[in-house]
């Protein structure tokens, strides 16, 4: 029977970079194009193979709209990966990301393993964030870097991929001090082995729903 590790995962990021999308493209390998913005939170499972284990992520897709601000601690604490996800085609974006990056040194898990997702990379002629200026801040503090496009499924299942692999690698940092977030990122985290793997189904839920005059969320 495979060792099955759970890993709580979450979405960070300013409403509208897409990441309810990036989960539903990983979670459901779907994309809407009408997907509605998040209300609160919504919360997906999925198992991956990494080597001779499974697993298992539990996903917080967070609301990035100012008001839900103030809940963001409740997903991300006891997390053990977030991805900070920004849209390449709104400056502004990324710098509300540096804020959550800012945020999660201060107040988040002491080895949390940040992930920096540039989204809409399809959108790449209408780009305002060079790759070259996210990719060396992400190194600047050893964060996972990728550019995705969860409209055309690139670099989605990579970007877990590459979380899966930083936590399964190593051991954690036994002195790790949130000054030294990049040092934790480097040396990753291992998490503990949940051995029952029955009830192993994927699931989703969301924490509330908004109700959207002509559209649904796919998830
Ligand atoms: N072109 C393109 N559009 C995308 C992509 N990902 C998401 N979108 C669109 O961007 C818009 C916002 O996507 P969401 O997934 O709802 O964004 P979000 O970050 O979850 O937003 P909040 O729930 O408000 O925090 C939607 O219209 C999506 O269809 C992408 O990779 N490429």
Redesign the pocket.
């Known amino acids: 029977m495979a060792i099955i590790r759970e890993l709580k995962v979450c979405l960070l990021?300013d409403?509208?970079?897409?990441?309810?999308?990036i989960v539903c493209r990983f979670v459901q390998d779907h994309f809407?194009?009408s997907?509605s913005?998040?209300i609160g939170a919504s919360f997906l499972t999925k198992t991956v193979p990494c080597g001779n284990e499974l697993h298992k992520f539990l996903i917080w897709?967070t609301?990035?709209?100012e008001r839900f601000h103030s809940l963001a601690p409740m997903y991300y604490r006891g997390s053990a990966a977030a991805v900070i996800?920004y849209d390449i085609t709104k400056l502004d974006s990324f710098q509300t990301l540096k804020k959550w990056v800012k945020e999660l040194k201060e107040h988040g898990p002491e080895n949390i393993v940040v992930a920096i997702a540039g989204?809409?990379n399809?959108?790449g002629d209408i780009r305002e964030v060079p790759m070259k200026e996210a990719k060396d801040f992400a190194e600047s503090i050893a964060a996972i870097f990728i550019e995705?496009?969860?409209?055309n499924a690139v670099n989605v299942e990579e970007l877990f991929q590459k979380i899966s692999e930083c936590l399964a690698a190593s051991r954690p940092p036994r002195h790790a001090f949130l000054s030294k977030l990049p040092e934790y990122n480097k040396q990753c985290r291992q998490i503990p082995p949940l051995e029952n793997p029955e009830g192993d189904s994927n699931e989703s839920f969301k924490l509330t729903r908004q109700a959207p005059p002509s559209s649904r969320r796919c998830c």
């Open positions: 990021g409403t509208g970079v897409g990441k309810s999308s809407d194009h997907i913005p998040t897709d609301a990035g709209q996800v989204n809409k399809d959108l995705t496009s969860a409209r």
